[in-house]
């Protein structure tokens, strides 16, 4: 295979010795090139300078070899040597024509290669420069983009950071409320214990005192008030427990998806400012293959937007329970000082009744000792008095024992002797009289004795009551806890 636009040389079959006269007349040369080689525009083949076979491809198929074939043919016929005559027809196969025109088409052929060489020099140079600005526009706008996920990270991450130190803050509020909640539950127990106390020695009083007054019913509604305070503590301080707990889930999801946008944010800053020129950039085949995300834009922006949405919400509920919880201790701390002011009321007023009916009966034990003393010096006056009319009495009948030894006639029914009857009937009869009286006297003294113990029997009763009351019950109760303490401070 021959280039384009060379010589044919190899038309020979058979070798011939040289010829004295190498090169033959011009004037004699058969035109061989006219309508052999037309002219074909290779600009699309010299376009690939990556392809050089193509030349050689085209150029073999372009030129038509038919004639030089048949003239080889038949000079292969002929075995005998060629006359000299021959020779200049023989090599003698172009003219001037054929010359300037083959050397015309190399100048064509030549302009195109170069005219299809500059073209794609310039072609490649614009491609060149074109790609450049394109991956750096590429580039540009990588960087861009990262420069904003930078500031979506920025932004997503110094709103987890507020919602954290806001949650950090009404985490560390609930703690506090909780402590005061836990101090003001712990305060109630003292109350509780007086009340029950109180109401443990006002069992011990005695007889008639141990009735059920105002000062009781009035214990027993403090307790039951306490012990209802002491159920709504209880009931809070569990919603403070679970409220805290769900507090610090939601911290645990801010902090860790505050460590990830760190990360996040450190790894794209750094992605951000690399350039061509940073140290560590490297070939890292395929990874451009490797998928390993696990969210979009839409998706990601949510979680944390549901993340902080979740630690509002939470820290909503726990300021309300903040708020239910002072407002409990306030309430549970009014309504036991309330019942604690009732309570004291009405023991200062059994004090007074109690202390009034002992006074009265202080009175009454007086005024009965003094007619049980007028009783006895009564008794003592009648006795002497029967003493006295017994004398009476003996003389008389000691006259009418005598005057029946009266002889005979003597034993006369004179105005003596019916006086002496009399006598002695009436000095009788006024004994008796005594007699009974002394006996009304002494039972009237039974009974005022019997009033007596009564009086102070009643008296040491109400003296027991007393010192129940008054000693016993309220020096307890002055140890009862303040409002402040009530309400959890310390």
């Not at 072609?123 to 500031?151: C, H, M, W």
């Not at 507090?247 to 996040?264: F, G, M, P, T, V």
């Not at 007619?371 to 004398?391: C, L, R």
Request: overall charge neutral; proline content about 3%; aromatic content about 6%.
């Amino acid at each position: 295979m021959e280039p384009l636009g060379s010589t044919l040389t190899a038309t020979y079959a058979h070798p011939r010795p040289t010829p004295t006269n190498f090169l033959p007349a011009i004037s004699t040369m058969a035109s061989s090139y006219r309508d052999r080689f037309p002219h074909y525009n290779l600009t699309h083949t010299l376009s690939l300078p990556w392809r050089p076979s193509t030349y050689y491809k085209v150029a073999s198929n372009l030129p038509t070899l038919g004639p030089y074939c048949t003239r080889s043919q038949k000079v292969c016929e002929s075995t005998m040597l060629p006359f000299v005559s021959n020779r200049t027809t023989l090599f003698t196969r172009y003219t001037p024509d054929d010359w300037y025109r083959s050397n015309l088409t190399n100048y064509l052929e030549s302009n195109t290669s170069r005219h299809n060489s500059e073209r794609l020099r310039v072609d490649t140079s614009r491609l060149i420069q074109d790609k450049y600005q394109q991956t750096r526009k590429t580039q540009a706008d990588s960087t861009q983009n990262l420069g904003e996920r930078v500031n979506d990270i920025g932004f997503w991450k110094s709103e987890i950071t507020h919602e954290l130190d806001a949650m950090i803050g009404e985490t560390n509020e609930l703690t506090d409320v909780k402590k005061k909640l836990e101090r003001a539950l712990m305060e109630t127990e003292a109350p509780l214990q007086v009340a029950r106390e109180c109401l443990f020695h006002r069992e011990k009083r005695m007889g008639i005192d141990l009735v059920h007054d105002e000062v009781e019913a009035e214990l027993l509604t403090e307790v039951d008030i306490i012990l209802c305070c002491q159920e709504r503590m209880k009931l809070h301080l569990d919603k403070a427990i679970a409220q805290l707990a769900a507090n610090r889930a939601s911290q645990h999801e801010l902090e860790k998806d505050l460590s990830d946008k760190q990360a996040a944010f450190r790894i794209d800053d750094k992605c951000h400012h690399l350039r061509n020129t940073s140290d560590g950039v490297s070939y890292f085949r395929g990874v451009e293959r490797v998928d390993a995300t696990v969210s979009v834009p839409e998706s990601w922006a949510k979680f944390t937007d549901d993340n902080i949405l979740s630690s509002q919400s939470e820290r909503a509920a726990s300021a309300k329970l903040r708020d239910d919880i002072q407002n409990l201790l306030v309430v549970t701390a009014n309504e036991m000082w309330n019942q604690f002011n009732k309570v004291n009321l009405s023991f200062t007023n059994r004090i007074a009744e109690t202390a009034d009916a002992k006074n009265k009966i202080q009175i009454h034990l007086a005024k009965t000792l003094q007619e049980i003393f007028q009783t006895e010096m009564t008794i003592e006056s009648i006795k002497k008095a029967i003493k006295d009319k017994s004398a009476f009495l003996k003389v008389a009948q000691t006259r009418l024992d005598e005057r029946t030894r009266r002889p005979n006639i003597e034993l006369c029914r004179d105005m003596a002797q019916l006086r002496l009857v009399n006598e002695v009937y009436e000095v009788d009869s006024t004994i008796q009289t005594l007699q009974q009286r002394l006996r009304d006297a002494e039972d009237t003294l039974q009974s005022l004795v019997h009033t007596k113990a009564t009086l102070e029997h009643d008296l040491a009763v109400k003296a027991n009551s007393l010192y129940i009351d008054q000693e016993k019950c309220m020096s307890m109760r002055k140890t009862f806890p303040n409002t402040l303490r009530l309400e959890g401070f310390c």
